[in-house]
Structure formats: C-alpha cells, structure tokens
C-alpha cells in the first residue's frame, strides 16, 4: 500500500505489528456482485449512476419485503429479526476467522457459534417467561425450564468457557485472547441489541415500525442530498458522506417522522401492545388506545404563530415523540455507520459481505438499527413505560392460596387507610 493509503486509514506502526500477528492482511473487498440482468441493463450508464440506479432499485426491492413481513404479523416480525441476528453475526465471525484461521487453531468457530446459542437461550428464555408468563405456568416441562433458566444459561455459557481455556496453545495465548474478546464484542452488539428490537416490537408495532422507518428514511434521504447536493466532506472515516447530505437527511427524517406517526397512531393494530392470548394461543393487537395515541389540540407559540397562520393544532402526543425518535435516527445513529465504516477500513474491506447488491452485507445495512433499537428501549424506559397490571395478575395468580390471601388483606388494608376501599364500596 502506498504510504497516503496508509495515512488516510490511519495505520500507526502498532497496526503494522498487529497485521504480523494475525498473519497478514484480511480478505481484499468484495468484487462486483451485481446480478448480471442489471449489468447488462445499465451498460450504457456511466459507474456513478449505475451505483445509483442499482441501490434505488435494491432499495425499493427491500422496502417492499419489509412492508410484506409487517402484514404477515408479530412471529414472522420475530422470526425475520432472529435470522438477521444471525447473519450479522456470522458476517463479523468470518473476518476474525478469516485471520484467526491462518494459525490452524482449534474450535474457534465452533466456540463462537456455540456462544451464540448460549446468549440466544438465556435473551429468548427471559422474553418467553416475561411476555407469556400464563403459558409457562400451564405447561410443566416450561414451568421448570423457566423456574431454572439462569442457572442452566449460566451452566451452558461455563461450558463453553471451560472449552475455551482448555482450547489455549502455547505461543498464541495473546491471538487466542483477541479472538475471545472478539465474539463477546460481537454477541454484545449483535446479539443484545436484536432482543432490544423484539422488546420494542411488544411495546406496540409502532415502536417498532417508527423508529426502522426513520433510520431508513435518513439512509436514503442523506444519500440522495449527497448524491445531488453534496460538495463538503464530513468525516474521514467515510469520505462519501457530505453535510448536505447529513443536514439534508435531518429535515427530511423529522418531517417524514410526524407524518408517519400521523398515519399509523390511528390504527390499533399499530398503537396496541403485542399481547398474547393463552385461549387462542396466537398475538393479539386489541385495546383500548392510551392517551399517547389520541388526539390533543396544542398552543402554536406566538412567534410561529404569524407565520403558519394558526394559533392552535390537533395532533397525537406521540409525534412529539416521534421527533425525539427522528432526531435520534438522524443525527447520532449514522454514527453506528460511522463506526462500522472503522471496522472495516480497519481491516481493509469495503463491505462485510456481498449479500445484497449494491448494499454489501446485511450488517452494511442494519448498524445504525441496532443503535436505534437501543435508544428506543432506553427511551421507552425513562419516558414511556409503566406499571403493568396486567402481568402482575398474572404473576398474583400462580402464589399458592395462603400468598395470595396475604396479599389481598395488605392491599386492603393500604386501600382502606387510603379512604380508597370506602369510596369504591359507595361507587
């Protein structure tokens, strides 16, 4: 490589060292795998515009399947996040495989797939007993499973550590180590972050439709920006991103952002959270909507007032929380681009795979998502979630009697030293 090659990635001599170690350079970028129908299509265009007609068209195609997964409902929602979970990881294992694997050393791939089951048993195990506690407890081989989930998750994850201390070879305990660090990195940000998706899922199909919307929205809309507009660089570590595009993207994805949150908080389908329903056994999406999804009028302050012509308007509380949401998408999850940008220049590839054309890899696409899906989860937390009777019925009614005796007469005790119980007597 030439030494402005290496400036512009910013190699110092500790990279060089760290190249020998691992045993030379990582795979060289992915070659063209654009399917050759839209090669012979777009012979005439020049690269720049059949890059761009090649990801709008890939573009729409996803888009498409993704509306297409929304309407088939919740389980295929789940099941579609559970494989993409899968494919990101396998596609950030391979690079680290792809050097660890130069030295012959044992287990490397098996461990880190193995890994990948522990932490999906204990994430899915813990959904599974927090959102279908009723059909746990019905059924008896589920009722054990559940009562020792963490102990068997942590007997099963043990396993696995032992295998890796007795997989250690002598004079690569240090290459050995990196790898190990390597997949706990990659369950951390792979891993963790899918589940977060499926507990925002539960929370309504908004939280969950919304926030993907925005980041997707943002990616092409800042690409477009660029594509057109875009004159000023705006970070190294991805030379093709510009502030028109980054600025441009802001405004679309806050404006794009209240209009769907407009359209989708008039549906229960989309406002209700996912329960389950043990008579049916199936995902059911009926309720009666909370005051986030009605809606209320609001004072347009008075400098704005003149300008829009209004001094009231009628929208639903959670488009203010939608611009939160959009804001986010925006501004700081390209970062998670950003950051993956690093990890590949890092490593000297231009895509983490080849799976989609025009894209790169599944994670190419998906590491703003997971850094949304975190922020939605934080926000849903601090800002949104309570108490749920619901699940501590639920809870209340698998104590043996003598708990749930004790219970009452405390609750009636509390309510009548409230002057609660007389009142709702009187009612």
């Known amino acids: 490589e030439s030494e402005s090659e290496n400036k512009l990635d910013g190699e110092t001599a500790s990279d060089s060292e760290s190249k020998s170690e691992f045993g030379g350079s990582p795979p060289v970028p992915t070659s063209d795998d654009t399917p050759e129908v839209l090669n012979r299509a777009l012979s005439n265009l020049s690269s720049r515009w059949k890059n761009w007609w090649v990801r709008g068209i890939l573009t729409l195609a996803m888009i498409t399947f993704f509306f297409i997964i929304i309407y088939l409902g919740p389980m295929v929602l789940m099941t579609i996040v559970m494989c993409v979970q899968i494919k990101c990881f396998h596609e950030i294992i391979t690079i680290g495989y792809n050097v660890y694997h130069s030295y012959d050393l044992p287990w490397f791939r098996t461990l880190s797939w193995y890994f990948l089951l522990c932490v999906n048993y204990f994430f899915y195990g813990e959904t599974v007993t ?27 994850y043990l396993t696995g550590f032992c295998m890796f201390v007795l ?37 309504g199909m908004i939280w969950f439709i919304v926030p993907i919307s925005c980041v997707i929205c943002n990616d092409i809309m800042a690409y477009m920006f660029g594509f057109f507009f875009g004159r000023t660089p705006l970070i190294k570590l991805s030379p093709k991103k510009t502030w028109e595009g980054f600025i441009g993207g802001f405004f ?8 769907l949150s407009y359209v989708m908080s008039g549906y229960r389908c989309f406002t209700c959270p996912v329960e389950f329903n043990n008579d049916t056994n199936s995902f059911t999406v009926d309720c009666e909507p909370s ?34 949401l959009s804001t986010f998408a925006s501004l700081i999850g390209p970062f998670g681009g ?48 309570g108490p749920n009777p619901s699940k501590l019925i639920q809870q209340f009614l698998t104590l043996r009697p003598d708990q749930q005796l004790h219970i009452f007469n405390t609750l009636k005790a509390h309510l009548v030293d409230k002057g ?5 007597e009187d009612a």
């Open 167 to 203: 997989s250690l070879v002598k004079k690569h305990y240090r290459l050995q180590f990196y790898m190990f660090g390597w997949t706990h990195v990659t369950l951390l940000i792979v891993v963790t972050q899918s589940h977060l998706i499926i507990h925002n899922l539960f929370e």
């Open 338 to 385: 950003f950051f993956a940008s690093g990890f590949k220049r890092a490593f000297k590839i231009k895509d983490f795979a080849n799976t989609i054309p025009g894209h790169g890899g599944i994670m190419d696409r998906f590491d703003c998502q997971y850094l949304m899906a975190t922020f939605v989860n934080v926000y849903i937390a601090s800002f949104i979630r």
């Open 291 to 324: 005051e986030l999804f009605q809606l209320q009028e609001y004072n347009i302050p008075v400098v704005l007032q003149s300008v829009v012509g209004w001094k009231t308007v009628r929208m639903y509380p959670f488009q203010i929380h939608s611009i939160a």
């Open 252 to 259: 679309a994805t806050v404006l794009f952002g209240l209009l």
């Open 420 to 424: 609660m119980l007389g009142r709702l």
């Open 130 to 156: 927090d959102y279908f506690f009723t059909l746990v407890q019905r059924e008896e081989p589920l009722r054990i499973l559940s009562k020792y989930h963490r102990f068997i998750s942590f007997t099963l």
